[in-house]
């Protein structure tokens, strides 16, 4: 089955530059979303199909998918930035969802 | 603007059946362009992806729970509910229930989420 593959952790200073990764077999062919899922909370659609942004997210969050990787940037970090974050496909050859195991965001 | 809600029983026994439904409000289980999804998280831990439902009854479930999962529809209730079997503590998690949006299979509306324990 498909793997989506995130780091633990990742820690960055306010107003600073965030970049969560995603990795995956040949992910670059695949449409890939990103979740913003604060503590307690339901999660919340932050970028889909790889760089878009629904309406309501700021433009500081923005999305890349090439190759075997796929990147979340969110720029000039803020406290409320601080969160869990998942990506997540649908995998033709099996068709399943995947998601990744999820990156925490610290803001130092 | 739509609204997902779960409600169902916070607490199962180990053996027994799981069941939640979720209620839309805000616009229509029928829409020809979403499927309803049930996505489930065990504290402390990541999202998992339970199945899908169709307006039209079709449905899809991850391998892993297949055989213990069923998911419907209620199009004159505009609700659609999730009853997983032979549950153990395993099973506690967060049920989530989702608009999985069908071209790009993306997640763009969620419930709040609800606390089901399995316990006896």
């Known amino acids: 089955s498909y793997v989506l593959t995130q780091p633990p952790s990742v820690s960055v200073a306010p107003g600073q530059t965030a970049r969560l990764t995603c990795g995956g077999n040949?992910?670059?062919?695949?449409?890939v979303h990103w979740y913003q899922q604060r503590p307690g909370q339901a999660p919340v659609l932050v970028v889909y199909?790889?760089?878009d942004r629904p309406s309501g997210i700021p433009e500081r969050f923005s999305g890349s998918n090439f190759g075997n990787t796929a990147t979340l940037t969110i720029s000039r970090v803020e406290a409320g930035d601080e969160a869990d974050y998942y990506c997540?496909?649908?995998?033709?050859?099996?068709?399943?969802?995947?998601f990744g195991g999820g990156t925490k965001l610290t803001v130092l | 603007q739509m609204q997902l809600q779960e409600s169902g029983p916070g607490l199962v026994k180990p053996s027994q059946t799981l069941s939640l439904t979720c209620t839309v409000s805000?616009?229509?289980?029928?829409?020809?362009?979403?499927?309803w999804s049930w996505i489930r998280q065990p504290a402390g831990k990541g999202l998992e992806w339970i199945g899908r439902?169709?307006?039209?009854?079709?449905?899809d479930y991850n391998p892993s729970l297949k055989s213990r999962v069923t998911i419907s529809v209620d199009t004159s209730q505009n609700q659609f509910s999730l009853k997983l079997r032979s549950v153990t503590a395993a099973d506690t998690a967060v049920y989530y229930c989702?608009?999985?949006?069908?071209?790009?299979?993306?997640?763009?509306?969620w419930g709040q989420g609800t606390l089901v324990a399995v316990s006896s």
């Open positions: 989702a608009r999985c949006e069908r071209n790009l299979w993306v997640f763009d509306i």
């Open positions: 805000g616009g229509s289980v029928t829409s020809g362009s979403h499927y």
């Open positions: 439902v169709f307006f039209s009854g079709s449905t």
């Open positions: 040949n992910i670059g062919s695949k449409s």
């Open positions: 199909d790889d760089s």
């Open positions: 997540q496909v649908w995998d033709r050859s099996s068709d399943l969802v995947v």
